[in-house]
C-alpha cells in the first residue's frame, strides 16, 4: 500500500513538472474570454432594440424607409431613368417623388417614361408596399396594447378633491351608493376605487348593484393597495378622503395596517383616512400607524352595540339606519347661526326643518346637554335633511302647547330575562354591552347548535349556556318561552358562509316567531343579517328589527368619510356612556287622545332633560314603506295624534 501511494506521487510530480493535469480539478483554472464576431455584437445590439416595443419598430421601419428612397433616389439619378422633360431636374426633387412611391402604391398609375424606368419605380412602390403594411400592422399592435393596458387599470388617476376606496367587499357598493347621495351638492365629484381585481370587472360589478350613480363618476384602477406604487395610481395624496376597506382575506387587518403605513410614509399631512379593523386587539397597531388623519372603525365591536341598542327597543335600528345613511336625514354640524345667548332647551324649538341635537365645545362633542346650558358661538350639532338646507334654515312655524304636556315620570326597571340565539365572535362584545343596561339579577339563556361560547365576566347579568339545534322547533320550544324581554338572534357567521349563515337564521326567526305569537305578551325580536338582500325575507318573520351588520358598517364609514367630527358624536350613540336614543312611550311627553304638534312633544322633552328628534307610530309600526313607522326630524308644526303605543324617538342620558 505505501508503495502504491509513493508511485502516485511520483506520478502527479512528472505530469505537474510536464504541465499536464491529473484527475483532481485545478484550485484556479482559468478560462479565455470567448471572442464575438461582429455579427453576433449586431445581431444582439438590433434584439435589444427590438424589445423596446412599438416606438423602436417604428424607428426601424422609417429607418429602412428612408435608406430604401435614397438607395432609388440616387440609382435613378445615376443612370437618368426619369424624363427630364416630365419631373424637372434636382436630387431633392427626385427624392420627394420616391418618397410618394414608397408610402402611396397608386401613385405608380400616374408615371411616364421608358420601360426601365416604370420598372424601377414598380419595384419601389413593392417595398414600399412592404413597409407601410408592416408600418400599419405595428402602429395597430401598438393600440391594441394600449387600449389592453388602459384596461387593466394601469393608468395614474388625475384628480383632486376625490373620494378613494381602497380594498375589494361587498360593503363597496353601500359605500359608493351613499357617496353618490352625499356628492349631489357637490360639482363633478369622483369615486376612485383602487383594488387588487380586474377593472373591467370591478365596473361590471358596480353598474349592476349601484345603476344610478347620481352624476358621480366612477374610476376603477387595479393594483394593491399595499404596494406604495400602484396606490399612487389613485392620487390619494390629493383626495378629499380615504376609505380603506378590511378585505376578506386571513389576516385581513395586517393588510390593512401595511396599506396605512403605505398611505402615510411620506408623513403625517393629507387627507382623512377611514379604516375599518374586524379584531380589537389590532386597533393599538393600527393607531400608532394611522397617526391623528385616521379614524379607525372595529367592525365587531360596532356592529355588537348596535346589536345591543336594537334589542333593547323596538324601531331603534330604523332610528339609527336614518341617521346613518344620507337618504333621508342624518348628522350635520352648522358652524354660523344667530343663536348666541340662547339655552339649549329654547334652542331646540328654533328651526322648523332641523333637530339640534347638542354641540361642540372645545373640540369636544356633548349629546342632549343639559336644557339650561347657554350656546355662545359652538358649533350645534343638527339634524337635518342635506347640509345644504342648514344655510338661511327657516325659523319654527309652531309653538308648544304646554297644557297638553305629559305628567308620567316612566321609570320602571326590574330584572330582566332574555334568550341570545346563536353564537360569532361579536357574542361576548354583545353580552357585555347587555350587562351595562341590565338590572341587577338579570338572566339571559344562551342558546347555540355551534361555536365554543366564552363567557366574558358579567357583574349584573347571568348566563346560561346551552347546546342545541337553534333551527329545531322543538328545542327553541324548551326556552323561547312567556315573559322574555327580549329575544336576540346572531348568525354563525364564523363557521358557515354568509347565505348559509342567514339561512340558518330565517329558519331560527321564523320557529320563534311562531311561538311568541301564541303568548299574550308581546316580545321584541332583533336580528343580526349578513347580506342586505335576506332583510325582506326577514320581515316575512314579523321580525322587530334587522341589523345587518356589512351595511351598517359602511354607512358609518361613508359617513366618517365625509366628516371626521362625526367619530365623536358617533361613539357617544353607540356607547354606554352619555346620552344614546331611546323610543319611549308617548304619554311620558303629551297626553295621549289630543292631536298636537312636534313641536309640544320637542317641549315635553325638554322638560324631562331630553331631546325628541323623532316618532313612532304603532298604526304604521308593520308598514316597511314608512320606515316601520318612524319619522326622524319632522317639522316642528307636523300634526300627531297620539295613539296607545306611540312612542318618541329622544336623546337621554340613561
Not at 224 to 229: E, G
Not at 369 to 379: A, E, F, M, V
Not at 578 to 602: D, K, M, N
Request: charged letters at 25%; hydrophobic letters at 45%.
Amino acid at each position: 500500500m505505501a508503495r502504491t501511494g509513493q508511485q502516485l506521487r511520483q506520478r502527479t510530480t512528472r505530469a505537474m513538472a510536464e504541465g499536464g493535469t491529473t484527475s483532481t480539478k485545478p484550485a484556479a483554472a482559468k478560462v479565455a474570454p470567448a471572442e464575438h464576431r461582429f455579427g453576433d455584437r449586431a445581431r444582439y445590439w438590433f434584439d435589444n432594440s427590438m424589445a423596446k416595443g412599438t416606438p423602436a419598430l417604428i424607428a426601424w421601419l422609417s429607418v429602412i424607409t428612408l435608406v430604401l428612397i435614397l438607395v432609388f433616389t440616387v440609382l435613378t439619378t445615376i443612370f437618368r431613368l426619369r424624363s427630364t422633360d416630365v419631373t424637372g431636374n434636382g436630387f431633392f426633387h427626385e427624392l420627394f417623388y420616391s418618397l410618394l412611391h414608397a408610402l402611396d402604391p397608386g401613385y405608380i398609375g400616374g408615371d411616364v417614361g421608358s420601360w426601365p424606368f416604370l420598372l424601377w419605380m414598380l419595384l419601389l412602390t413593392l417595398g414600399g408596399l412592404f413597409i407601410v403594411s408592416a408600418l400599419i400592422g405595428v402602429i395597430a399592435t401598438g393600440i391594441d396594447a394600449k387600449l389592453a393596458d388602459l384596461r387593466r387599470g394601469r393608468s395614474i388617476v388625475l384628480e383632486q378633491d376625490h373620494t378613494v376606496v381602497l380594498g375589494w367587499s361587498d360593503s363597496v357598493f353601500t359605500i359608493i351608493r351613499e357617496l353618490t347621495l352625499a356628492n349631489e351638492s357637490r360639482r363633478k365629484p369622483v369615486i376612485v376605487v383602487l383594488a387588487d381585481r380586474d377593472k373591467v370587472e370591478m365596473e361590471d360589478e358596480i353598474a349592476a348593484k349601484v345603476p344610478d350613480l347620481r352624476g358621480t363618476r366612477i374610476i376603477c384602477r387595479s393594483g394593491s393597495p399595499m404596494d406604495i406604487d400602484d396606490l399612487a395610481l389613485s392620487s390619494h395624496t390629493t383626495a378629499r378622503s380615504v376609505i380603506l376597506l378590511a378585505p376578506e382575506s386571513e389576516d385581513p387587518d395586517a393588510e390593512v395596517i401595511k396599506t396605512l403605513l403605505a398611505l402615510t410614509h411620506a408623513g403625517p399631512e393629507g387627507p382623512r383616512i377611514v379604516a375599518e379593523i374586524r379584531n380589537p386587539r389590532n386597533l393599538e397597531a393600527a393607531r400608532l400607524v394611522g397617526a391623528d388623519r385616521t379614524v379607525l372603525l372595529d367592525i365587531r365591536e360596532t356592529v355588537a352595540k348596535l346589536v345591543v341598542q336594537t334589542s333593547r327597543q323596538s324601531g331603534a335600528a330604523a332610528v339609527y339606519v336614518e341617521l346613518f345613511d344620507y337618504d333621508g336625514d342624518e348628522i350635520y354640524f352648522l358652524d354660523e347661526h344667530d343663536l348666541a345667548g340662547s339655552t339649549y332647551g329654547s334652542a331646540q324649538l328654533a328651526f322648523e326643518n332641523a333637530s339640534i341635537i347638542g354641540m361642540i365645545d372645545g373640540g369636544v362633542a356633548k349629546l342632549n346637554p343639559h336644557p339650561d346650558t347657554l350656546i355662545d358661538r359652538q358649533t350645534l350639532i343638527v339634524v337635518a335633511e342635506d347640509d345644504s338646507a342648514l344655510e338661511g334654515q327657516a325659523s319654527s312655524l309652531a309653538q308648544p302647547d304646554l297644557a297638553l304636556l305629559g305628567t308620567e315620570e316612566g321609570r320602571d326597571e326590574h330584572p330582566t330575562s332574555a334568550l341570545l340565539i346563536g353564537w360569532n365572535e361579536r357574542a361576548p362584545i354583545v353580552l357585555r354591552e347587555l350587562d351595562h343596561y341590565a338590572p341587577a339579577g338579570s338572566t339571559l339563556t344562551l342558546l347555540t347548535a355551534l361555536g365554543n361560547p366564552e363567557i366574558p365576566e358579567l357583574r349584573n347579568l347571568h348566563v346560561h349556556v346551552v347546546h342545541g339545534q337553534t333551527t329545531d322547533r322543538a328545542t327553541l320550544a324548551q326556552h323561547v318561552v312567556e315573559g322574555l324581554d327580549q329575544v336576540i338572534v346572531l348568525c354563525y357567521s364564523d363557521d358557515l358562509g354568509v347565505q348559509a349563515a342567514d339561512a340558518r337564521t330565517l329558519v331560527t326567526l321564523l320557529h320563534v316567531r311562531d311561538i311568541l305569537g301564541k303568548f299574550e305578551t308581546f316580545t321584541p325580536v332583533v336580528s343580526e343579517m349578513l347580506d342586505d338582500r335576506n332583510r325582506v325575507l326577514a320581515q316575512v318573520a314579523h321580525v322587530d328589527d334587522v341589523v345587518v351588520s356589512g351595511e351598517i358598517v359602511s354607512l358609518l364609514v361613508t359617513q366618517l368619510s365625509e366628516d371626521q367630527r362625526l367619530e365623536s358624536v358617533f361613539s357617544e350613540l353607540l356607547g354606554n356612556e352619555g346620552s344614546e336614543i331611546y323610543l319611549r312611550p308617548a304619554e311620558w311627553y303629551v297626553q295621549p287622545g289630543h292631536e298636537v304638534t312636534f313641536a309640544t312633544i320637542v317641549a315635553g322633552a325638554v322638560r324631562r332633560n331630553e331631546t325628541a328628534i323623532g316618532y313612532r307610530s304603532m298604526s304604521l309600526a308593520s308598514d316597511p314603506g314608512t320606515d316601520f313607522g318612524v319619522k326622524v326630524n319632522p317639522a316642528k308644526s307636523d300634526v300627531f295624534r297620539v295613539q296607545p303605543g306611540d312612542r318618541v324617538v329622544v336623546l337621554a342620558d340613561d
